[in-house]
């Protein structure tokens, strides 16, 4: 049975995933699940994920939900010896702390000031500019100290993919992080690098874009975390 994996066209999370698969050369079936008409929210869905978040993976009739755990599960069972995945305790702790990171920090950071306020009713506050700017600095801090070609390693690794699609979400609002230079070699030289894993990112950035010109109305999801807007004429 072919993996699928239910996604959002625009999400970091799932896009992440998604490069994972290409690099990795995993057949798999892309099933689209449209925040904006709600179907993550369904009981039908909930019967896959009960956060009712997206990304989650079918594998055969089991379900994952977290989109580190999918990629880790993915690299480990379908490339146990892909160097993306290192097995090597060291190698694979360093992989898995930039994974943390960007779970628990750089994302969290960088979607709270960057992207909710695109589609939820939330301020842009100097207090987030702050936690930004923070979470650039600590990234920057451990590429220089780390003093290799990508996040984790001297070659391309999952943690990669989840901080590149964090740091696309500050390029797509026009958010200046040059200062950063360790962040912004590494983020131009992923481009050049792997354009066809770059293309999956820019998928997401073009409806990001759509996005920001045309805020979306969400208050049919009533969602039971964020505050929605009514769009505006």
């Keep these: 049975m072919v993996l699928k994996l239910y996604y959002l066209e625009d999400g970091p999370p799932s ?76 190698a694979r702790a360093i992989v898995n702390q930039r994974l943390m990171f960007n779970l628990s920090s750089y994302y969290a950071d960088i979607l709270n000031y960057a992207i909710l306020p695109v589609y939820f009713d939330y ?24 003093g290799t070609k990508y996040a984790a390693a001297d070659h391309l690794t999952i943690a990669d993919f989840p901080l590149i699609n964090s740091t696309m979400c500050l390029e797509v609002i026009g958010f200046d992080f040059s200062q ?14 792997h354009p066809e894993l770059w293309s999956i990112t820019e ?19 009533n969602h039971p975390i964020h505050p929605a807007r009514k769009a505006t004429k």
């Design 15 to 90: 896009l992440s995933c998604r490069q994972v698969l290409e690099a990795l050369q995993v057949p798999y079936e892309k099933v689209d699940v449209s925040f904006y008409n709600g179907d993550h929210m369904t009981e039908e869905y909930g019967k896959k994920n009960p956060q009712k978040e997206i990304p989650v993976l079918e594998d055969d009739g089991f379900f994952l939900s977290e989109s580190v755990a999918i990629m880790q599960y993915i690299c480990d069972k379908y490339k146990p010896d892909s160097p993306l995945y290192p097995r090597d305790p060291k």
């Design 123 to 146: 301020k842009r506050t100097p207090e987030g500019l702050k936690r930004v700017h923070r979470v650039l600095d600590v990234f920057d801090t451990y590429l220089s100290r780390l």
């Design 180 to 193: 950063y230079k360790n962040v912004t070699k590494w983020y131009n030289d992923f481009k050049k690098t």
């Design 203 to 221: 998928e997401g950035t073009k409806i990001i874009k759509f996005c920001i010109d045309n805020p979306p109305d969400l208050s049919h999801l």
